[in-house]
């Protein structure tokens, strides 16, 4: 079975998930530093920062309080602002690449049929 992705709509999640990974990443924390910090298991943070599955609010929300970002809320708008528009081109390339894997795919089954 494949890991679980995270769902086609989430360019926000996405977003701040690529905002979490730019603040710990110039900080110099880790993901297992995140983990202790907030409470979370190393292996919840990983998952959601690889956007496997997406950071719920009370997971914001806890980042933001054993960071010191301040506003969850606000948090979440600059994520947007400064990752939205490059989650949009990732989200469209992952369409695009698994829109192509179908066609082959396709195009493999009629040769077999051939």
Same mark, same amino acid.
Request: with cysteine; aromatic share 4%; glycine share 8%.
């Given at each position: 079975?494949?890991?679980?992705?995270?769902?086609?709509?989430?360019?926000?999640?996405?977003?701040?998930?690529?905002?979490?990974?730019?603040?710990?990443?110039?900080?110099?924390?880790?993901?297992?530093?995140?983990?202790?910090?907030?409470?979370?298991?190393?292996?919840?943070?990983?998952?959601?920062?690889?956007? +496997?599955?997406? &950071?719920?609010?009370? #997971?914001?929300?806890?980042?933001? %309080?054993?960071?010191?970002?301040? /506003?969850?809320?606000?948090?979440?708008?600059?994520?947007?602002?400064?990752?939205?528009?490059?989650? +949009?081109?990732? &989200?469209?390339?992952? #369409?695009?690449?698994?829109?192509? %894997?179908?066609?082959?795919?396709? /195009?493999?089954?009629?040769?077999?049929?051939?």
């Amino acid at each position: 079975m494949s890991s679980p992705k995270a769902r086609k709509d989430s360019r926000l999640a996405r977003a701040v998930a690529a905002e979490v990974q730019s603040v710990i990443a110039v900080r110099g924390i880790t993901q297992r530093d995140l983990a202790r910090m907030t409470g979370l298991s190393q292996n919840y943070i990983s998952t959601r920062l690889r956007n +496997e599955l997406p &950071l719920d609010l009370g #997971d914001v929300e806890m980042i933001c %309080k054993a960071l010191g970002l301040g /506003d969850p809320a606000q948090f979440i708008v600059t994520a947007d602002e400064r990752w939205g528009d490059e989650m +949009e081109v990732l &989200l469209m390339q992952d #369409d695009f690449q698994l829109a192509a %894997k179908r066609g082959q795919r396709r /195009d493999d089954d009629s040769d077999d049929g051939n």
